[in-house]
């Protein structure tokens, strides 16, 4: 049982309602008012840990530091691995589920499959939004947006909202033509703007621990519903953004998605209970996830280091300055790649290059990942079966908590 930490409670209130868009039953259509929930300003917030939740926190803490300062020769691979990693487990707790090939596909372009796409728009999200604090820099709103728009510009319904906070009224469950029967409803689309400003003084702060004000930022955040879609996704973001900012992490994200999405109610009753005015077990939660994925991704960065020698001595140790050897060398840090980013990657010819290729193909290195003849994209096979195998051990651990 998690250890309380107590803030105050959201308040409820109740506002007027009415439909914009007729639909639904005739209670859907007959609904006057209803009640919302107001989060408290945590911008001063000092939230205070038992010594033996501070000592878990630390703990967890180091394990991401460690894995964050381990195996720097392959840190490129391994930091490209887990962002992608973080990616799809955070879409898959909004049930945005594509195998791993697709997503692969999709990071090189295709846009066959929607979910494996917005598994990469998600991609593209949190890499953005972690860039954007990189030595430390402040959190702002303008990168917050920019990263929303990243998430939901190709998304056919959402796309007029990409990048900025609602102006409507939004819920979570019940129906969808009416907050009536919802779950969760956030506050009046007027007030988001001052709750994401008090949020970002919080989130800018240097005097809590890294871990605890991920997990407040993110609580919060989704409490306060900003966008109209892509709310979890962009508050998920969010916890690898502050240990970035506060220097926890400087080059990896911590796959703690595949955690949370592994124990998904669990998850949902943590925000609940920060919403009735105890922060322990989301704070708890995040702590447990982040030292399950910080741990088991030292296994993936070791794995990591020995691919390399492996794929040569598949494929045959290929001379030194050849196609094929500056291939091997660039598969790490491009798993995914076309015949064209081989030529960039190699600086050889064509032909070349497609005599590499099908050296690595034969060797089983490398796989297709699409069935045309040409323009095919490639996969490198045991990276993108790692993608995969990550996800599953950290799941495996999170249930067994």
Request: aromatic share 6%; proline share 5%; hydrophobic share 40%.
């Amino acid at each position: 049982m998690a250890e309380p930490i107590t803030l105050e409670p959201h308040r409820s209130a109740v506002v007027p309602w009415e439909q914009t868009v007729r639909g639904g039953t005739v209670d859907d259509r007959r609904l006057s008012e209803v009640t919302v929930r107001l989060p408290p300003h945590i911008s001063g917030l000092a939230p205070t840990t038992s010594a033996s939740a501070s000592s878990q926190i630390e703990a967890a803490l180091r394990e991401i530091s460690s894995l964050d300062q381990t195996h720097g020769e392959h840190l490129d691979a391994l930091s490209a691995l887990l962002l992608r990693n973080e990616s799809v487990a955070s879409s898959k707790i909004e049930h945005v589920v594509a195998s791993i090939d697709d997503f692969a596909r999709a990071l090189h372009g295709s846009r066959a499959n929607a979910s494996a796409t917005s598994m990469v728009a998600s991609t593209n999200a949190l890499d953005h939004l972690i860039a954007s604090v990189a030595g430390g820099t402040d959190l702002t709103l303008a990168n917050i947006h920019r990263a929303h728009a990243a998430l939901m510009a190709d998304d056919p319904y959402e796309k007029d909202y990409a990048g900025r906070f609602r102006d409507m009224q939004n819920w979570i469950g019940g129906s969808d033509y009416s907050p009536r029967g919802a779950l969760f409803v956030p506050p009046p689309a007027e007030t988001v703007d001052e709750y994401m400003d008090d949020l970002i003084r919080f989130a800018n702060r240097d005097d809590l621990s890294a871990l605890v004000q991920a997990a407040f930022v993110h609580a919060q955040f989704e409490s306060i519903h900003p966008y109209t879609d892509g709310n979890g996704r962009i508050g998920r973001a969010l916890v690898n953004t502050v240990l970035r900012r506060r220097g926890v992490t400087s080059r990896v994200v911590v796959p703690l998605a595949s955690a949370l999405v592994a124990r998904r109610d669990d998850y949902f009753d943590t925000l609940d209970a920060y919403r009735d005015g105890d922060a322990g077990p989301v704070v708890q939660g995040f702590t447990a996830a982040a030292a399950i994925a910080a741990q088991e991704s030292r296994i993936t960065a070791d794995r990591i280091s020995t691919m390399p020698g492996t794929w040569a001595d598949a494929a045959g140790r290929p001379r030194r300055g050849s196609a094929a050897a500056d291939l091997l060398g660039a598969l790490p840090a491009h798993p995914v790649f076309s015949s064209e980013d081989a030529e960039d990657m190699t600086r050889a010819g064509t032909s070349t290059v497609y005599a590499a290729i099908s050296r690595l193909h034969d060797a089983g290195v490398i796989r297709p990942l699409t069935d045309r003849t040409r323009n095919q994209v490639w996969g490198t096979v045991a990276l993108l079966d790692e993608l995969g195998d990550l996800g599953l051990r950290i799941g495996i651990r999170a249930r067994a908590m």
